[in-house]
């Protein structure tokens, strides 16, 4: 099993910043991927950026992309999104989540076996 928790999340005005940390443990030799996904009320989970760790290659939504940078400190099995110029959109739910696939893993929420309990991210206009 591999845990996940998340750290960061905050209050903050349109155009500010904020860097979100996703700590992992357990088994995580078992991981190839880790990514971030959002989900805000009365809508669906959907992805945000993404981490392949064999080739460090960085995956993201169209709606971040420019703005939003994944990261990854492997000493500290600890994944980072530095989310900058903020928009009230943003707002949501974020969520950590780690992938044993050693294919292709894409923005699917089901291409991920394990998941974090979420940090809160609100932006005010």
């Known amino acids: 099993q591999v845990q996940l928790v998340e750290s960061g999340g905050g209050l903050v005005q349109a155009g500010d910043s904020l860097r979100l940390s996703c700590a992992a443990s357990?088994?995580?030799?078992?991981?190839?991927?880790m990514g971030w996904f959002r989900q805000a009320p009365g809508k669906e989970r959907e992805f945000v950026a993404a981490i392949r760790f064999s080739t460090a290659n960085t995956y993201y939504a169209d709606s971040v992309k420019g703005r939003f940078t994944v990261s990854r400190d492997t000493a500290r099995n600890t994944m980072y999104l530095q989310m900058n110029s903020l928009r009230p959109e943003d707002t949501a739910n974020y969520y950590c989540?780690?992938?044993?696939?050693?294919?292709?893993?894409?923005?699917?929420?089901?291409?991920?076996?394990?998941w974090g309990q979420g940090t809160q991210v609100t932006v005010s206009s």
């Open positions: 989540a780690a992938s044993k696939r050693s294919g292709s893993v894409g923005p699917i929420p089901n291409d991920y076996d394990y």
């Open positions: 357990g088994r995580t030799w078992s991981t190839t991927t």
